[in-house]
């Protein structure tokens, strides 16, 4: 009873930000996003009789008493499938840092539950998955699929699709690590927080609608000036409407706002490139292929930039290991 898998973070490009129902951990607005192929997260799940309880190592270390409650409230909604599987063990890492605006917590649960659906008996659909996955993280469901993927809303739930492979338009992205430590409001009380205090979310979700369907059509002609203008639209909406939280969400760095200006100056020179950010400081360059040298060599000399990290398109999530 063991099996591992593998799976990448995303990043999205039509931002959700806000619950519909927290209790569901349903999105408010829905999301595109692309995954990325260097970043992974590794995880092995093993059940096993002689366990008292669930037991998770997070790179190398025994997790936190709140990553442990969400990893065994995730297998609580694997186990309803199989009654008797037993307390598990999990152990996962990440190439990457944790909980600091990279999306660790998609690649994590999209691992776990990859992992566990081989076990079941029968496994899960992949809606039955995605919709494991979403309960667990919100924006875990995007990567268990690879390339350009849109979780939807629809009727009273959400609908994953993939909107390109991969190979079918092969962006580069180039990311800017500005800090290695975990942000100071992770993402699900940053959400709430937003949600009850700014004068902004009404209007923040009146934006989906017009930017999911732009984003749609730009990656469908593989158009990265239409995509560019969303993405970076999407991306300081979402800022803007935490910003204006009470007491004000501020996830990004000095270098942060400098790689943003840096971004658009290269793409005022020529380069087809644009930003994005997720709820940390953090910046994501989006390269059209062949341009991420000119980029990767930008924002290395950003002061304050710690790393450079390049990435391309990435797949699904997927068991490696039995």
């Known amino acids: ?101 990279l999306a660790s917590s998609a690649s994590a649960f999209a691992a776990l539950v990859t992992a566990v659906n081989p076990l079941l008996e029968p496994p899960l659909g992949d809606a039955e998955l995605a919709e494991i996955a979403r309960r667990c993280s919100g924006s875990a469901p995007r990567s268990l699929l690879g390339g350009f993927v849109e979780l939807a809303l629809e009727g009273d739930g959400t609908v994953l699709r993939r909107l390109l492979d991969r190979r079918e338009w092969p962006l580069e992205v180039v990311i800017a690590v500005v800090s290695r430590d975990a942000k100071p409001v992770g993402s699900t009380a940053g959400m709430e927080l937003t949600r009850t205090t700014s004068p902004y979310y009404e209007a923040w979700l009146a934006t989906s609608t017009t930017d999911l369907a732009a984003a749609r059509w730009a990656i469908a002609a593989r158009d990265i000036e239409a995509l560019a203008a969303v993405a970076e639209g999407s991306c300081l909406a979402m800022h803007a409407v935490a910003m204006a939280a009470r007491p004000g969400l501020v996830y990004w760095g000095a270098p942060t706002v400098d790689g943003l200006h840096l971004v658009r100056e290269l793409r005022r020179r020529g380069t087809p490139v644009f930003f994005t950010i997720d709820a940390g400081p953090q910046l994501k360059a989006v390269c059209g292929p062949g341009s991420s040298d000119a980029v990767a060599a930008a924002l290395a000399g950003v002061p304050g930039v710690v790393e450079v990290v390049r990435c391309g398109l990435g797949e699904g999530a997927r068991v490696v290991g039995r």
């Not at 973070?9 to 829905?30: E, M, Q």
């Not at 190398?60 to 609580?76: I, K, M, N, Q, W």
């Open 1 to 101: 009873m063991e099996a591992v898998a593998v799976a990448h973070p995303n990043i999205a490009l039509v931002k959700y930000w806000g619950k519909a129902d927290p209790s569901r951990n349903l999105p408010a607005v829905g999301s595109i996003s692309i995954t990325l192929d260097t970043l992974t997260t590794t995880t092995r799940v093993r059940f096993g009789r002689e366990l008292d309880g669930d037991i998770l190592t997070l790179d190398g270390e025994p997790a936190s008493a709140e990553r442990s409650d969400r990893v065994s409230a995730c297998l609580d909604l694997l186990r309803e499938r199989r009654p008797g599987l037993g307390h598990a063990e999990v152990v996962s890492r990440n190439s990457f840092p944790t909980a600091a605006g």
